[in-house]
């Protein structure tokens, strides 16, 4: 059982999606570097794809994603002629070095799209990309499931397709402004395996406003009765202040501090005993999907898509706001589509925004990483234990972790902890403005 430490949990502390965190960027790294880094790309090296199309046929209440609303057809035209744009260019740049692993399809919403112009940006990429073989993820809306995309889909060679559920409780639905029914969604599912998806991930969140414990318990087993072979189960950040859309909540219907602990604490214990292997702090995965391989191997990583089991440490980001990941850079597009489409225009990478990455900044990384993806690390590349003593005194005291020749090593117990642990060997906090989730 996780034991509720409230004062372990009061500081709001990133994902760690990435070290340094998008909060530590700087307009000082742009397409200069980014168009060295694709060309210091060796012919040998692997790397992964990301595509962003940040558009949505309706907008979530609760959402934090780059994107906006698909209801104007030349909105999306202009949009996908610069992503046309950029693909040719970052493949220009590239000359064929490299190879392709994995390419993803995030937002937004791909399937916001016309169903013809998806399948016109998956066959640019095979023509200017060597992607034979790759793995091929998307993110769907099953709201947008249309019956043009239904087609598409028997014979687009997707992999893994992750779907936004959140909750199937119809009154916390209407609260967050997503509302699909059950059925929706298990007819959507039924037609994904017909199309041969081996591998199928459920969005999940608590916190959510009017959820209680039995609304999220139900949710979790029909989520269960659908057998997905991934769960990622988060916990819902309200941050109004940063993301306008979210006033649509009403926060005085929000679970307190203690009431999301319990939930994502009920969520690790139902999911476990359900036979999902947990994957770092809040996904889940089935132990015979490749993630869940990973998982019980070792080698799971933390990139932009979360917990994966890609090992590529090259991760080229494509669309508006899409990030680039290189081991000693990472840039980040523009995030505003009439910027992109602007530097588009002038045949220039529209990187905007990032950081270099120095030897310091890659091992404080590796370390954040150790710990959330397998729960310990090694401290004597950063000098030892005695140096973040003090900083780690609170979870030792409270048996959330042991320390070993150097070796720390969390407890099963500290699962909820992982982040605040990993924040106090984030060199950044305290010296750059973020605004932060929760921990839990």
Request: include cysteine; proline fraction near 5%; charge should be negative.
């Amino acid at each position: 059982m996780w034991k509720y430490h409230p004062e372990l949990l009061e500081r709001p502390v990133p994902r760690y999606t990435s070290y340094p965190t998008a909060a530590d960027f700087n307009a000082s790294v742009g397409s200069p570097d980014l168009d060295r880094a694709l060309k210091n790309v060796r012919l040998c090296d692997d790397m992964s794809l990301y595509v962003h199309i940040p558009y949505c046929d309706q907008i979530c209440w609760y959402c934090g994603c780059n994107t906006d609303r698909a209801n104007r057809t030349h909105r999306l035209t202009a949009y996908m002629k610069a992503l046309f744009a950029e693909i040719d260019l970052v493949a220009a740049k590239l000359n064929h070095r490299g190879r392709v692993k994995r390419i993803a399809f995030g937002g937004g919403s791909p399937n916001a799209l016309f169903a013809g112009d998806f399948k016109a940006l998956l066959n640019q990429l095979k023509t200017v990309f060597q992607i034979d073989g790759a793995v091929l993820s998307i993110e769907l809306d099953p709201r947008s499931y249309s019956a043009e995309w239904q087609e598409l889909m028997v014979g687009a060679g997707m992999d893994n397709v992750s779907l936004g559920v959140q909750s199937f409780d119809p009154a916390v639905q209407a609260a967050i402004g997503r509302v699909q029914p059950l059925d929706m969604v298990t007819d959507m599912v039924a037609h994904l395996r017909a199309t041969g998806v081996t591998s199928l991930n459920f969005d999940l969140m608590y916190g959510l406003p009017d959820q209680t414990m039995d609304i999220l318990r139900k949710t979790l087993e029909q989520t269960i009765a659908l057998a997905p072979e991934r769960i990622a189960l988060f916990g819902y950040a309200h941050i109004p202040s940063l993301i306008p859309r979210q006033r649509q909540i009403d926060d005085t219907h929000l679970p307190d501090a203690r009431q999301r602990f319990d939930m994502a604490a009920f969520g690790y214990d139902f999911l476990t005993r359900a036979g999902y292997q947990p994957i770092g702090f809040d996904h889940f995965a089935l132990p015979g999907d490749p993630l869940g391989q990973a998982g019980a191997s070792g080698t799971v990583r933390r990139n932009f898509q979360g917990f994966t089991d890609d090992q590529s440490d090259i991760l080229i980001g494509m669309g508006a706001s899409a990030i680039s990941e290189f081991p000693d850079l990472i840039v980040q597009n523009e995030k505003n589509t009439g910027r992109y489409r602007a530097c588009l225009g002038q045949g220039q990478l529209p990187a905007a925004v990032g950081i270099s990455r120095n030897f310091n900044h890659q091992m404080h990384g590796a370390i954040i990483e150790q710990i959330l993806t397998n729960g310990e690390a090694d401290l004597a590349t950063l000098g030892g234990a005695a140096t973040y003593a003090g900083r780690l005194a609170p979870f030792i005291n409270r048996g959330l972790i042991e320390i070993v020749d150097q070796r720390m090593k969390l407890m099963p117990s500290a699962r909820p902890y992982a982040r605040s642990i990993a924040a106090t060997f984030d060199e950044f906090r305290g010296q750059t403005a973020g605004t932060f989730s929760q921990a839990v």
